[in-house]
Structures are given as C-alpha cells and as structure tokens.
C-alpha cells in the first residue's frame, strides 16, 4: 500500500527557509495530486499548496508569495520550501495524497520549530 | 478563523450517537464534495469519510456522512471510548481557490 513520509530539518532559524521532503512509496507519483499541510501546535489544519506530476501547482493564497513546491519523479518525492520563516510557520508538516476532493493518505508529519 | 465552522467540542456517553456539523458557503460547501478526519493527539488526520458521505475501506458503518446545501455533518453511533479524537471537516473552496479546513470538533466520550 501507498505510504508517505516526511523528511527534514526540525529547527530552523528565522528568516531562513524551511525544506521538507516527502517519500513515496508502494505506489508511483505519476498520479494523483500530491500536498502539503500544517498544523501549528494546539490548531486546526491548513492546506499549503499541491503539485501534480507533470509539475503544476497551487498555493494557498496566504502563504503563495513564500511557498515552493516541486517533484522528483525519478525518486518518487515531492518538496516543500518556505522562505522567510517565522515563529507563526513552527507546526507539525504534513504531506498527503489528494484523491479527487479528498486527502486519502497521509504520512506522519514531522515538527518543525522556528527558533533562533 | 476558518472559512468552515464546527462546534468546539461534543459530548455523549458510550454506546451512543453524536453528531458534527460543518457550516460553510456556496463556493464551499454549497458546490464542492466534503471529507471528515478523525485526529488522535500527536498522530496524523486519518480520512473517515470522503464525497459526503462514502467510507473508505476499514471505516466502520458506525460512521456516517450527510450533506444538505451549504452544511455537513458527521454522525457517530455506537460511541466507544476510542471514538475519542479531534475530527475535522474539509473541502475546497472555488472562490478563495484554497482547500479549507473546519476548526476541529473535540469528541468526549463521558
């Protein structure tokens, strides 16, 4: 079965860029629309942004002038950058499988804090 | 403040029904399919329903999906203690072209 999961730094420093990766495995993807979402400690959830992978893409609208997301076919990942962060981007990062109008599979998140 | 509203909390005593609304808007709710997770504390949103009111594989009948014009809701029965979890309603959103997310309802089982 499909599975994801995220990888990178868990502390970095304001004003630096955050880089996340997600691995995909058990299934190829080259369908599907893949995305990333957050959630600050003790919040709800917020959609960043998806990318197809043929390589399109969309941002929330909030966070678009920030937000990168791209995709290595070849190793089956997809990436997130952020740049400029700030202590209102420390939440658990999510990437998950959006099926149709759905998020169907979700990796496990990984932390990151914003911290100097 | 989130473009989706859900209750805060709910409460009901094992075994039995609770239900979760979602209240949204036309370029929501109101024209796009919604989806629900259920969240335990420090693990991932887990897809409960999907397109209003379909259950993926290994969902029990015990969880149930209704959709009418610009709201949505969950329904719980049978209630059990491991119902207990953070459950958030979804679904995008054609006029801020975003994917939304309600607040998050806190589901106690007393």
């Known amino acids: 079965q499909v599975q994801l999961q995220e990888s990178g730094p868990g502390l970095v420093t304001p004003s630096e860029t955050l880089s996340l990766t997600c691995t995909v495995s058990?299934?190829?993807?080259?369908?599907?629309?893949w995305s990333w979402i957050r959630q600050a400690p003790g919040k709800g959830l917020q959609w960043i942004g998806y990318?197809?992978?043929?390589?399109?893409?969309n941002y929330n609208p909030s966070l678009k002038s920030r937000v990168t997301i791209s995709v290595d076919t070849s190793k089956n990942q997809f990436s997130l950058k952020v740049t400029s962060v700030t202590a209102a981007d420390t939440a658990v990062y999510y990437c998950?499988?959006?099926?149709?109008?759905?998020?169907?599979?979700w990796g496990q998140g990984t932390m990151v804090t914003v911290s100097s | 403040q989130s473009a989706l509203t859900q209750p805060p909390s709910v409460s009901a005593a094992p075994g039995q029904k609770v239900t979760i609304s979602c209240s949204g808007s036309?370029?929501?709710?109101?024209?796009?399919?919604v989806s629900w997770y259920q969240q335990f504390p420090g693990t991932a949103p887990k897809l409960l329903i999907f397109?209003?009111?379909k259950r993926p594989s290994g969902i029990p009948d015990r969880f149930s999906g209704t959709k009418s014009g610009t709201s949505a809701t969950l329904g719980i029965t049978g209630l059990q203690t491991g119902d207990e979890a953070d459950y958030y309603c979804?679904?995008?959103?054609?006029?801020?072209?975003?994917?939304?997310f309600g607040g998050g309802t806190k589901l106690t089982v007393l």
């Open positions: 058990g299934g190829s993807i080259t369908s599907y629309y």
């Open positions: 397109d209003n009111n």
């Open positions: 990318i197809y992978h043929s390589g399109s893409t």
């Open positions: 979804g679904t995008w959103d054609s006029s801020l072209y975003d994917w939304v």
């Open positions: 036309s370029p929501n709710i109101g024209n796009n399919d």
């Open positions: 998950a499988r959006q099926n149709g109008n759905t998020f169907d599979i």
